[in-house]
């Protein structure tokens, strides 16, 4: 529902090797060195995130992180039967994606 993209310059070309330092984007669905997988439960959303590196031409490796935080049964629960209000529950995925971003912008790889 409120999905995100953001491309980085690394020095990383391996997935596999830094899995460890990447614990923040909860536990791992599928890896390889080159695309990698993760899902992140929490209260009223999952946060399911995507990485991917590429290499350019020149050298340098870009990984690309593709992101969505949606809301989960129970966020859909309170929504409905507490409407109108109940909508503001959706206030929660939407702004836990905004901070990520900002956090994304500033975490060295």
Do not use: H
Not at 5 to 20: A, E, G, M, P, W
Not at 77 to 89: A, E, M, N, R, S
Request: proline share 4%.
């Amino acid at each position: 529902m409120f999905t995100g993209f953001i491309s980085r310059k690394s020095s990383i070309d391996n997935l596999t090797q830094v899995s460890n330092k990447l614990f923040f984007l909860g536990t791992t669905e599928k890896i390889n060195p080159n695309f990698a997988v993760f899902k992140k439960s929490e209260t009223f959303y999952v946060q399911k995130t995507e990485l991917t590196i590429l290499k350019k031409e020149n050298g340098d490796f870009i990984i690309n992180f593709s992101f969505s935080f949606n809301p989960n049964f129970l966020s859909w629960i309170l929504g409905i039967c507490f409407f109108p209000l109940g909508l503001l529950i959706f206030l929660i995925p939407s702004k836990e994606k905004d901070d990520f971003e900002i956090f994304l912008r500033s975490f060295e790889i």
